[in-house]
């Protein structure tokens, strides 16, 4: 069980173009997503955690008008990157937790290249 | 929030058991240690949690100080699938619940 899953796996796309990553719980309702960013021999990078049905909140230093985030319901988040640069390449990974303080899985991670 | 120092990286020769420290001297009386481990270029894995006792799964064990200053995890019987990174992380007690992420420790299983 607990099993989250990601799409697309990887992603090239031309610069100024949006990127949209799904995220999904697929046996089991999540209330809070989180969403991370890891650069190459770094750690991850929590960018912002996302309820179902109400407004992300940001991590200091995130631009919430450029990644958009979207938690519609208890099984699919999604993260948009808008208008991606070079520097948006990046491993981009999400999480799900069933309930507030229970366990965090994750899903296996998108890589966004963008040319 | 309450921060972790592991070493860097370990080595440990396959089918041994392999004890990852971690310390977090910081940690509040209602904060969880948690383990995951990273595997390059996949997600993290869940491997084990825990508050004040010693937890074991079918994983690993967690051995946590009785004053939770401390902890160590340990892989009973190493395999060459189990080189990876491990993350120790306090989780922070607030209403975000966040996994704050430090650098971990590579542990390299030696044939």
């Known amino acids: 069980g607990a099993v989250v899953s990601q799409h697309p796996s990887w992603v090239i796309c031309k610069s100024g173009t949006s990127v949209k990553i799904e995220c999904r719980s697929l046996?089991?309702?999540?209330?809070?997503m989180f969403w991370y960013r890891q650069f190459p021999k770094q750690s991850l990078m929590l960018m912002a955690t996302?309820?179902?049905?109400?407004?992300?909140?940001?991590e200091q230093g995130v631009e919430k008008d450029k990644f958009l985030i979207n938690h519609a319901s208890l099984t699919l988040s999604t993260l948009t990157v808008t208008s991606a640069h070079p520097e948006d390449s990046s491993f981009y990974i999400c999480?799900?937790?069933?309930?507030?303080?229970?366990?965090?899985?994750f899903g296996p991670g998108t890589r966004l290249l963008v040319l | 929030d309450a921060k972790t120092t592991q070493p860097t990286s370990m080595d440990c020769a396959e089918g041994r058991a392999a004890n990852l420290p971690c310390n977090h001297s910081?940690?509040?009386?209602?904060?969880?240690v948690y383990w995951y481990r990273q595997i390059h270029s996949q997600g993290p894995q869940y491997i084990i949690h825990?508050?004040?006792n010693n937890e074991t799964n079918e994983m690993a064990s967690l051995i946590i100080t009785e004053d939770r200053k401390s902890s160590t995890l340990i892989l009973p019987h190493a395999t060459l699938r189990d080189t990876a990174v491990y993350y120790c992380?306090?989780?922070?007690?607030?209403?975000?619940?966040?996994?704050?992420f430090g650098t971990g420790t590579l542990l390299a299983v030696q044939p």
């Open positions: 999480s799900a937790e069933a309930d507030r303080g229970e366990t965090q899985y």
């Open positions: 046996d089991f309702q999540a209330t809070t």
């Open positions: 825990g508050l004040k």
């Open positions: 992380i306090v989780r922070v007690a607030d209403a975000t619940n966040k996994l704050i």
């Open positions: 996302s309820n179902e049905g109400s407004k992300a909140t940001y």
């Open positions: 910081t940690i509040s009386g209602n904060e969880y």
